[in-house]
């Protein structure tokens, strides 16, 4: 199995070109198996790069628990900027299948390469039984959600994947030996009020338009970058009255603007997509 490593600030997949190698039967496990960072390849899961009926290529998106993932931010960046690259579809703007549904992505490219991508994700999903959780809302803001000894004000997104906003203090950002995001990401993942569990992201806001975030990320623990929850992050923003409309996010693996815009309702994502290797899977 032929493969490319990419990664959208720090948050990697491996990338199976479908439009060359032939269909994965189990998927779930290639990704549990390439993932490992000591036994495998290395990354945050899997993403395949298949045909599609309807648009220029499909993502179909595995975390590095096997489990099967709707939407993938900085994944769709990489995978805009495989098909560029590499030939599949040579498009300024690119219509990517996801399970979110069909995404439009603007490429900015230097050399004959994609170097940045600007995501159309969609309107936010804020009812609640679609996000879906049981706190109350539609959606949810500020609402108490108990994880372990501590009660946190949640206010809850979708943007094709559900997402838990909480901004927080400094505590959650300072280098200790104590990991709260470690502590309770995985605690608010798996909450009762959750029953398709949920991706966990801790804020801190700097000004209006400007905020640092670090996500606990659902099936893969903690990763350096999160797309879809840099959007629900700057949609919480709004929502909870902490930033505006036009956010800069400082995450660990970079930075991402974000907009929601108030002409059409959807949220603009712009960040880097980078390659890094290819190589070939022999499995084991």
Known sequence: MRFTKMHGLGNDYVYVDGFAEAPISDPAAVSIAVSDRHFGIGSDGLILIVPSDKADA??????????????????????????????????????????????TVDLETEGGKVRRVRVNMGEPILEAAKIP????????????????????????????????????????F?????????????????????????????????????????????????????????????VAGVLTGHTDRKLLAHLPGGDLELEWSAADNSVYMTGPATEVFSGEWHGG
């Open 58 to 103: 499909r993502m179909r998106m595995f975390n590095a628990d096997g489990s099967e993932s709707e939407m993938c931010g900085n994944g769709l960046r990489c995978v805009a900027k495989y098909v560029y690259d590499h030939g599949i579809c040579k498009k300024p703007q690119l219509r990517l299948e996801t399970g979110r549904g069909i995404l």
């Open 133 to 172: 959780t049981t706190l109350p809302g539609d959606p949810p803001v500020n609402a108490a959600l108990v994880a372990g000894d501590n009660t946190f004000q949640a206010t809850c997104v979708s943007m094709g994947n559900p997402h838990a906003v909480m901004f927080v203090g400094e505590e959650y």
């Open 174 to 234: 300072a280098q200790t030996g104590r990991d709260l995001v470690a502590i309770y990401g995985p605690l608010i993942e798996n909450a009762s009020a959750f029953p398709r569990r949920i991706n966990a992201h801790f804020v801190k806001v700097h000004s209006k338009n400007e905020a640092t975030m670090r996500t606990w990320e659902r099936g893969s623990g903690i990763t350096l970058a999160c797309g879809t929850g840099a959007c629900a992050v700057c």
